[in-house]
């Protein structure tokens, strides 16, 4: 049986299920034959065309009242079915839910929304059928594959048995009608643009009973294959030319924004460096972008502004030396840390200051404890600490 003739019967069947369900209320009510007692019955089983049938024969039945509920019912049944194949077809049950919704377009015939459910689950229906099919087709035919592989193996070594030439003789005559319908599915694979479904049909066809046909298609498959890696190899070397292209506009654009603040910086700190205020020409130089760093401009102005800042920190430092050896420690300190701020890798410097910070909190500590000395002794501790702590200055 080809793949044709299975698809036909599967739809029929999804069509006629419902019909052969829905045939059951007709043991208790025939069509033609409703009567007015059999009207909640009517509309116990959800019968409400013939229940509308049944209220235009009869005056008694066909009130506002009756009416109403007949339509109030039959608009809780479409909910509750529409809810029940939306269920369905989230669980995947979508054999279920084609079932359920054509059994109630029997009722409620006139129902759009059910319809529309309908119409949308019954394509997914038909594609999860092809699916399955194809699924079961590709494993048999792996195992006929693999099945003839180990008769070969076997025969390589002994004689097969007779049931075992009659397995072999029956795998192969599956083969060539599994091959026909891989050949089948392959085609329609190509016809919906599943390339990569087509080829595993079409190889596996090929690999059971190859054909020109299978080897035709096969090698138009290979040929557009490569035509799409062709494709998509220029449309990424374009991508990376256009990249590499947004690239360099890109660094154009922060070189020249680099540039321009480059040239403000530098008329800024040589403002700076023209009133003598180091400080600030040295911490505007710090703020010039890393890609001038070698800009003639910027190392000559950075040689001028270090020979400025060296004589300062000289000066500062024999200042400081000074004003140590004077017992002006607190000042010299002030001096000194000056004169880092402007070379804050002199080793010197931090030297000179660490030592004197450790004088003036000997100094600080030994206030403390005179404070806490009677008074007659206060003149006779105090001056010597006070001597061997301006003679111990830290040497430049």
Known sequence: MNIMKRKVIQLLLVLLLPVIAGCSGMDTIRLGQDKPEDLDKLLQQHEYARARQLTSKHASLDTATIQARISNDESAY??????EALALQSSNDLLGAVQVLST????????????????????????QLQTNEQEQLIARARYILNQQKLYQEQANLEAPTLGQRWEHKRNV?????????????????????????????????????????????????HATEDAHKQVAFQETKLAKKKASIKKAKSRKKEQLDD???????????????????????RATVMQIPSSAITDS????????????????????????????????????????????SL???NRYLRDR??????????????????????????????????????????QP
């Open 259 to 281: 540039r321009k603040k480059t040239a403000i910086l530098l008329a800024e700190a040589q403002q700076a460096l023209d009133r003598d205020d180091l400080q600030v020409a």
């Open 173 to 221: 005559k599956e083969a060539q009608a599994l091959a026909e319908d891989l050949l089948e599915h392959g085609q329609q694979a190509l016809d919906q643009n599943q390339m990569a479904l087509a080829k595993t049909c079409l190889q596996l066809s090929q690999q059971l009973n190859a054909t020109p046909e299978v080897d035709a298609m096969l090698a138009d498959i």
């Open 353 to 394: 200051v660490e030592r004197a910070n450790k004088v003036l909190s000997r100094l600080q500590q030994l206030k403390r404890q005179q404070r806490k000395l009677p008074p007659h002794s206060l003149s006779v501790t105090v001056q010597p600490t006070r001597i061997r702590a301006v003679r111990s200055s830290p």
């Open 78 to 83: 479409e909910q509750q079915v529409h809810a």
């Open 297 to 340: 401009e910027v190392v000559a102005f950075r040689k001028e502004l270090d020979q400025a800042i060296d004589v300062r920190v000289k000066k500062l430092m024999a200042n400081g030396d000074a004003q140590y050896r004077a017992d002006n420690v607190l000042q010299a300190v002030r001096t000194w840390t000056e004169a880092l």
């Open 343 to 345: 070379a804050p890798d």
């Open 104 to 127: 109630a377009l029997q009722k409620v015939p006139h129902s759009n929304s059910l319809r529309e459910l309908r119409n949308t689950i019954e394509p997914e229906r038909v594609k």
